[in-house]
């Protein structure tokens, strides 16, 4: 029997909201409401040498950038805060140079960011996952993970992030494919489609989920001939990364004798980027040297509830 998810997770969730032309937040001028593009979430590293350790905000790299896949200036969190509340922060984004923030993978088709960030634990109500949630490629080929594992995600629902304070939805599905190979993928019909690694998950995501942190969740029929007493077994798949579309009778589309009308249509096969890809960016060299050199080690008390 499914069991429920441990809630704890959505404490591990931000929304990243887009600033305007003057770096404030931008405005819908109907709804009147800050302008959602995306799902974060914090990933602590721990201290090889002791407690604690350091905290990165973990996003898709896209929802960082404009159409044009240049990466924004600005963007804003919202982070809910201990009066059961939230604010909007500013985070300016840096991608090189001595004040770098914005670290990505050497392969230019991930599509990730991790940027080094910790809000203050005394006001803001957040929790990051640790490390360990997430396997290695190694790790990962010994699970016994496959399609029809259960997978569930946590982000944003755009028609109802929260008034006061962040409401992250959570979704569920099933693993669909895990693709020995690259498989062709296109952000949009500005860029070229490019042979990118991801998991595919028979569930639905759209426009908001991006970024969002996606976990597979192994049950007490984990493994074919045992059962296990007590919680799922949870770890992080990956990042979202978007949906699968087909065009349908709506818009306009180019068939053998004709213009036809045509639309996008979701077809429930979300697109995910490996955790693995996450943890190489995480344990990169350029991510040791920034840890080396900012000793600071940050105790987070209590960590999520899931192992």
């Not at 016994?144 to 982000?155: C, K, M, Q």
């Not at 096969?269 to 693995?276: D, E, K, L």
Request: with cysteine.
């Amino acid at each position: 029997m499914a069991s429920p998810v441990p809630t704890d997770l959505a404490k591990t969730v931000v929304f990243i909201f887009l600033a305007d032309e003057i770096g404030n937040p931008r405005i819908n001028a109907d709804t009147n409401a800050a302008v959602a593009n995306g799902t974060g979430f914090f990933v602590l590293v721990e201290n090889e040498n002791g407690p604690g350790g350091h905290c990165y905000l973990v996003t898709a790299k896209h929802v960082l950038q404009n159409e044009k896949a240049n990466t924004l200036s600005r963007v804003f969190l919202r982070v809910n805060t201990k009066e059961k509340g939230s604010e909007y922060a500013a985070l300016d984004l840096i991608l090189d140079g001595a004040m770098q923030n914005v670290f990505t993978h050497s392969d230019p088709t991930v599509d990730i960011a991790v940027i080094p960030l910790l809000p203050p634990g005394d006001k803001f109500d957040f929790l990051a996952l640790p490390s360990a949630m997430i396997k290695t490629r190694e790790d990962f080929k010994k699970t016994t993970i496959a399609p029809g594992s259960d997978v569930f995600f946590v982000g944003l629902f755009i028609p109802h992030f929260g008034e006061k304070a962040n409401s992250p939805i959570f979704r569920f599905g099933r693993v669909a494919m895990l693709p020995e190979e690259r498989i062709r993928w296109q952000d949009s019909t500005t860029k070229p489609a490019e042979l990118v690694e991801l998991y595919l998950l028979e569930t639905m995501s759209f426009g908001g989920n991006s970024g969002s942190p996606v976990f597979f969740s192994q049950g007490a029929d984990r493994e074919a001939g045992k059962l296990y007493v007590g919680a799922p077994e949870i770890t992080l798949a990956g990042v979202m990364r978007g949906n699968f579309n087909e065009p349908r009778v709506g818009g306009f589309v180019q068939t053998p004798n004709a213009v036809l009308p045509a639309f996008a249509q979701n077809v429930g096969i979300a697109a995910v980027t490996p955790g693995s890809l996450l943890r190489e960016i995480l344990f990169s060299g350029k991510l040791k040297a920034q840890r080396a050199n900012n000793p600071i080690k940050v105790l987070l008390d209590p960590q999520p509830a899931a192992k």
